[in-house]
């Protein structure tokens, strides 16, 4: 062992020192030693309490980290709202409130049409024909779908082929008073909750290939008259396991051919189907009685009052939701609408209460007047004749 008592470093040239003298020192060696390994002690607890607050403090970040994106998956913003909330939670509870009233109310003999006919409007809707009849023949003056005019013999084998092709008695108006609701497809209905409203109506309406199955939340989980021409027929059988009847809307000669062909289960020729511009469902699973036809006056003059709120005159035809609501004033008592009305002034949101078709497309078309059928149906409601469940008119 070595002990340095004194250490003097000097410059060769001057003499002077490089380091300063060292201190003398007479501690052990061994109390250095003792001094050492406590530091090291020391050094090494504080090292691993470190790690103890570091582990501690990646737990809670960890942990935050999770809460932060957990937490609102169960707990919506009240800010952001998405499709699914809408269908999870009704978007209106007052809505479903006024829906629930209307239902306890009494229903009232000719209520819609008392009311209609303080329209001026009124004359041209009041008693038509609601289904083409084999026992009432008449000349038609205009083709389809105002008219049957150059579809006679189509029309005949169609006829034929169903045994009840008239009103059946179950929606005659002398038997009771009955409440029907025309369901349409907008995206106002999507989120509602009122499909268990919808289901307590007597007669439900709907068109083409508005969906059922999976949307009967919000769009009830019945139909008694599906109003459809063949390129929007639903091609699920599933769609068909709770309605009452189909009517065809006839626009050309090859769609009463087409009803035919459903009914009696004989399928169309390649030739006649390549003149459909979209492909066509060939079987319905109803019985042949289940089938009727839509009697051309219903939209000849749902057409004709709808000219009369354009702002220009053309060569449009109605819907068939405003057709299909002229319809129900012929043999309902109280008529309800719901999933109606456009909102043209947004046109990136959803047009129906299903699928992902935008707004927007509605305006591309120029087969239909909606703004004209808006003011139409709002005058309707106006006068009392029709109730707006979903309160989009």
Partial sequence: MVTLNHLSVEDPDDGAPLLSVAAE??????????????????????????????????????????????????????????DSDDYQYPKDLALLNRSALLLLRPCQPHWGLDHLKSLSCSEGLLDIPVFVQQDKPKAWNLTPPMGLQGSEGHLALALAAMPQPGLPPSLSTEDRCRRCVVVGSGSILYGSHLGSHIDQYDVIIRMNDAP????????????????????????????????????????KSLDLDWLTSVITKQPLSFWSKMWFWKEVVEDIPLKPESFKILHPEIIHKTGQVIQRYAQKQGNTVPTLGASAVVMALQMC???????????????????????????????????????????FLRDLVASGAVTDLTGAL
């Avoid at 582990?55 to 942990?63: A, K, R």
């Avoid at 008529?335 to 299903?354: C, I, K, N, W």
């Fill in 212 to 251: 059922v199955p999976g949307f009967e939340r919000d769009a009830g989980s019945r139909t008694t008259i599906r109003l459809i021409y063949p390129e929007a027929a639903p091609h699920s059988a599933d769609e068909y396991r709770k309605t009452t009847m189909v009517a065809l809307v006839a626009f």
């Fill in 333 to 375: 008592d109280h008529v309800s609408l719901a999933g109606f009305g456009y909102d043209m002034q947004h046109p990136e949101t959803r047009l129906h209460y299903y699928g992902a078709t935008r707004m927007g497309s509605m305006k591309a078309q120029v087969v239909h007047d909606v703004s004209a059928e808006k003011l």
């Fill in 25 to 82: 020192t007479t501690t052990p060696t061994t109390t250095v030693c003792h001094k050492q390994q406590d530091i090291l002690k020391t050094e090494s607890r504080e090292f691993f309490l470190s790690r103890k607050k570091n582990l501690t403090t990646s737990l809670i970040l960890l942990v935050g980290c999770y809460m932060a994106i957990l937490i609102p998956a169960y707990f919506p913003s009240n800010n952001v709202s998405s």
